[in-house]
């Protein structure tokens, strides 16, 4: 199923999958997030929510993996509203966030110019203490310099060195 999901015919990959359904207790967590990363990648996001729901239906515990594929995907799509409702249902399943899916969303919210809604989830991430890295500060200045937003983008660098967070070279360069 991998390999044609890497290929990105999905319809033999759901065959494979569906197969393995069939046989009964084959599958996992796992081979449904390959599924859904596979559709995501053809940006096929509704059949990858599909998988998503099928999950539920066949009592497969979701993990980050699968929340982070799919919101990514919604990201990706412009379909914001629908990555911020499955990052709630996340949290209030239990399921923590990682970097990873903190470093999503802001970078969704930033390219679909909702940037003050980006900086309400990085102030909600600091008051979380989540250890957050360079990458997270990178996407929200990009944001904020790709909009105009010149003297959100200096307070958030000139906050770095406070924060213990050292630029990189995207920092600087990234377009």
Avoid: W
């Amino acid at each position: 199923m991998d390999g044609y999901c890497l290929r990105g015919d999905m319809g033999e990959a759901r065959k494979v999958f569906d197969l393995m359904l069939g046989k009964g207790g084959m599958v996992d967590v796992r081979s449904c997030n390959k599924l859904i990363n596979g559709y995501i990648k053809q940006k096929r996001i509704d059949q990858a929510i599909e998988v998503f729901e099928e999950m539920f239906r066949l009592e497969i515990l979701t993990d980050t993996i699968a929340d982070n594929t799919l919101i990514d995907g919604f990201c990706k799509a412009g379909r914001i509203q629908e990555a911020e409702k499955l990052f709630s249902r996340m949290l209030s399943c239990g399921q923590l966030p990682n970097v990873q899916t903190y470093s999503i969303l802001p970078d969704g919210l930033c390219s679909s110019q909702q940037l003050s809604r980006a900086m309400e989830l990085l102030r909600e991430m600091e008051d979380n203490k989540m250890e957050l890295n360079i990458v997270i500060f990178n996407i929200i200045i990009k944001g904020m310099c790709k909009a105009g937003r010149l003297k959100s983008a200096t307070d958030i660098f000139s906050s770095l060195s406070s924060k213990g967070v050292v630029p990189n070279v995207r920092t600087y360069t990234d377009d």
